[in-house]
């Protein structure tokens, strides 16, 4: 359902920009965690014994790096995920938005579907109370008493039964995530240990090797409860900076970790400059939050010569992005109102829409599309001021519940139309089952070939009817013409006779190829003549032809007989069956398309011979004049073979 109940943003609860205003994600899962996870397990443990030194900030800088930090602890425990697209819940019934409600339970993974299952739960909501409402007056028009009135209704129930599996799925999973953050949050103060406890125990040849694999340790765990992040990583940088102002200042490994650090701090405040001169508010404050937890998590203390300084610069740079955010804020709060007379032309223009013409679902499809676009721009204009919201929602609402009242009017007469095609396609199908045991071929083989033509000028039916009644349809017409085609070969028994005998004749050449026996170039022509001379064999057989086919290719390829020789002995089989079946169309088909080779061979010929004259003076042992002769040989050898097919199909006698 389409929405505006929207408070306007401040600068320290959005990342709305120009483009995004009212459109911006609110699709944030762990803002939905936040109101509806079960309770956290607490950890209990105390994240140091000992209190880390705090950066010293300006006052000025405060609250931006607040900010920064506060968002970075929120994105730590963030699950991600991959939206699923809303499509319009308002045209759907309440039997569909249950269906739909149950696809979306059992098809994807809970995270994704909340703004989808809060949208459909506010429509059914107000559909089922439009139904109840219209189940109460009917009850209190029949002279029922208020007191007594009750209604069930199947489709509740099945609706109350998803939603409670939603709840349980969406309880085991947030429950599984907070498990999960704890035990991460574990690991981290382990680790924080194991790093307290190098340095009260250092040992001076191991002790470097040993605090890299803590390093390499905590990158790997995965993220922690938001609410111990900060604290987590003051304490873990404190005990870092400890670490490394235990070492030797002579220490190599040392001083090029500083170096190494050193640069890649650097490297982000130069990010971070940029950033504050971006034009793109929203974009420049997630980035930065992107370099601050860069700086955090993965980049590791400098000397304490240079500390003050990067820290120092990466601060005025934060404090520039969250200074341009916070007025940025500050206009936009002021052009909300300019957004009121936008959104009234809006709606003027979808009420001014004239639905009074269509006729056709073309001319519908049209203004859907006219009214989706007004819609689009209707949410892209951006918010308006809280007190005016409400009503300027309950105005659009109304202009597109007046459109949507005359479009469902033409598709309920649609709804009609293919429930009159259901109609007529039961009586064909009646009329098709009548038929299918048919004895009278002739007369019964001309109504079901109309039926099938009736069938075809017919149009759309209901879509939960159409895959039921085309198989019912389909399975009386096939059961007919099987019979038919039954019919006209049990009556040709001279066909199934020639069938028994091509069947024995390629068990014979099958048991000679199996044997290992070669067979010469003569014996397979004696095949082909012996297979042909048989005769033909029933329609629903012509299997064995492929069989036949399949096995010529075989003697050939294991006997060295030559491919040209095999491929004219297969054509003039194939040419003489199409002549026993008086299958003439075949034959002059073949014949055109013969022709048709035997034009774009000599083309081909003629082209390679022209492109020689481009080459003429090259080498005998010229690479490319040795590839265009050889195309040139293929080709004529095929055209040797094509003109050979025409002439023999020059010889039927058809």
Same mark, same amino acid.
């Given at each position: ?25 609110? *699709? ?27 950066? !010293? ?14 968002? =970075? ?20 019934? &309440? ?5 739909? &409600? ?9 995270? *994704? ?56 799925? !969406? ?119 992107? &370099? ?42 002021? !052009? ?164 028994? !005998?091509?069947?024995?004749? &390629?068990?014979? =050449? ?145």
């Amino acid at each position: 359902m389409l929405d505006e109940n929207t408070i306007v943003p401040n600068e320290d609860e959005s990342t709305v920009t120009p483009q995004n205003s009212e459109n911006s994600d609110n *699709n944030d899962v762990t803002s939905q965690k936040e109101e509806e996870k079960p309770v956290e397990n607490k950890v209990t443990e105390e994240v140091t014994k000992e209190t880390p030194p705090i950066k !010293k900030e300006t006052p000025s800088s405060d609250k931006a790096i607040d900010e920064i930090e506060s968002k =970075i602890a929120e994105s730590s425990e963030k699950i991600a995920h991959v939206a699923v697209e809303m499509i319009d819940y308002e045209s759907l019934s &309440l039997e569909d938005l249950v269906a739909e &409600l149950s696809k979306l339970v059992k098809e994807n993974p809970v995270q *994704n579907i909340h703004n989808n299952v809060n949208n459909i739960k506010n429509i059914f909501n107000v559909k089922f109370g439009e139904l109840l409402k219209k189940e109460k007056e009917l009850f209190l028009e029949g002279g029922g008493n208020i007191v007594d009135f009750q209604y069930k209704n199947p489709i509740k129930s099945t609706y109350n039964s998803i939603l409670y599996d939603y709840k349980v799925k !969406k309880n085991e999973f947030y429950a599984q995530q907070d498990k999960q953050l704890n035990e991460n949050l574990e690991g981290k103060l382990a680790l924080i240990e194991e790093l307290k406890h190098l340095i009260d125990n250092a040992e001076g040849g191991t002790m470097y090797k040993v605090f890299r694999g803590i390093q390499d340790r905590w990158r790997k765990i995965g993220p922690i409860p938001r609410a111990k992040y900060n604290n987590t990583w003051r304490t873990y940088e404190h005990h870092v900076e400890r670490f490394y102002d235990l070492l030797h200042l002579s220490n190599d490994l040392r001083d090029l970790d500083f170096k190494h650090n050193y640069e890649e701090k650097l490297a982000l405040v130069v990010k971070a400059e940029e950033l504050a001169e971006l034009e793109d508010i929203n974009l420049a404050f997630n980035e930065l939050q992107i &370099l601050h937890k860069l700086w955090k998590e993965d980049i590791g203390p400098v000397g304490r010569e240079h500390r003050e300084e990067v820290w120092g610069r990466f601060s005025a740079a934060t404090k520039k992005v969250h200074d341009k955010r916070h007025n940025f804020f500050k206009d936009l709060k002021s !052009k909300f109102e300019e957004n009121v007379d936008k959104k009234l032309e809006v709606i003027a223009n979808i009420e001014s829409i004239d639905t009074s013409n269509n006729k056709t679902r073309s001319d519908w499809q049209k203004s859907i599309k006219e009214i989706e676009n007004l819609r689009n721009k209707f949410f892209s204009i951006g918010q308006v001021p809280r007190a005016k919201s409400n009503e300027i929602w309950a105005k659009f609402k109304e202009a597109t519940k007046v459109f949507n009242i005359e479009k469902n009017k033409f598709f309920k007469e649609v709804k009609k139309e293919h429930l009159e095609n259901l109609n007529k396609k039961k009586i064909l199908i009646e009329r098709a089952v009548e038929l299918k045991d048919s004895e009278d071929w002739d007369i019964a083989t001309d109504i079901m070939k109309k039926i099938q033509a009736d069938w075809k000028n017919i149009g759309h039916v209901p879509r939960k009817y159409s895959d039921k009644l085309w198989k019912e349809f389909k399975d009386a017409c096939n059961h007919y013409f099987d019979r038919l085609h039954s019919e006209q070969d049990a009556g040709n028994k001279e066909e199934l006779e020639v069938f028994n !005998k091509k069947k024995e004749l &390629l068990a014979q =050449i099958k048991n000679t190829v199996e044997s290992g026996e070669e067979i010469t170039l003569d014996t397979l022509k004696v095949y082909v003549n012996n297979w042909r001379d048989l005769g033909r064999v029933p329609y629903a057989m012509k299997h064995i032809e492929v069989k036949f086919s399949k096995l010529i290719d075989k003697i050939a390829k294991t006997n060295s007989i030559d491919v040209e020789e095999v491929e004219m002995i297969k054509f003039k089989n194939l040419m003489n069956s199409y002549l026993e079946q008086k299958n003439y169309h075949k034959l002059n088909g073949e014949q055109l398309f013969v022709r048709k080779k035997i034009d774009e061979s000599v083309r081909e010929i003629q082209q390679l011979e022209n492109n020689i004259g481009f080459i003429s003076n090259a080498s005998a042992d010229n690479p490319l004049l040795n590839n265009v002769m050889a195309n040139i040989k293929v080709y004529k050898e095929k055209l040797e073979v094509w003109k050979a097919k025409l002439e023999y199909l020059k010889k039927l006698d058809y």
